[in-house]
């Protein structure tokens, strides 16, 4: 006879594994500080990268201008107004990227922790509970290094 709301447990498992799983199992694998802080360090280079190709390309458009006040042209100031709209930016998608990283970490970390909620139910339907197992496996252990049979 099979049981339903095994089978139910089972069906809900196996969507987690297939919609989240890899996903969550890779997320979960880092310290949450080092998931965040790895994922906030592609984003201020993927930052950088972006800032210096629109500003290259502004300068590009604007070469007619910049070549005309070439000799006038206040580079210190220039360069200066720059590294402050480089901050802001940075600043803000620093704040950004850490809220987004933290908050899938949580999300991750609680997913999994329901999923192993959900397989010690299904263990307990197959009669197999994790603990009395563990200890009957280090009881065997132990007589085998003792020289027994294991029973």
């Known amino acids: 006879m099979v ?6 447990l089972m069906c809900k498992g196996a ?24 994922n906030l ?7 950088t ?16 201008e910049v070549l005309e006040k070439l000799v006038e042209l206040d580079f210190k100031g220039l360069f ?6 480089y901050i802001i930016v940075l600043i803000i998608y620093t704040v950004i990227s850490i809220i987004f990283y933290a908050y899938q970490y949580h999300i991750s ?9 959900l397989l010690d139910k299904v263990n307990e339907y197959n009669g197999v509970h994790i603990k ?9 252990r132990n007589q085998k290094k003792k020289g027994g049979s294991g029973k």
């Open 80 to 85: 200066s107004k720059y590294a402050v709209y």
């Open 49 to 64: 990268i972006c800032f210096i190709i629109i500003s290259g390309a502004l300068f590009i458009f604007s070469t007619d």
């Open 15 to 38: 969507i987690y594994e297939k919609e989240y799983g890899t996903e969550d199992m890779r997320r979960t694998s880092y310290l949450a500080s080092d998931y965040v802080r790895y």
């Open 3 to 8: 049981d339903k709301e095994k089978v139910h």
């Open 109 to 117: 970390n609680k997913r999994i922790k329901n999923y192993v909620k």
């Open 132 to 140: 009395d197992k563990k200890k009957s496996g280090n009881k065997e």
């Open 41 to 47: 360090l592609k984003t201020l280079i993927g930052v």
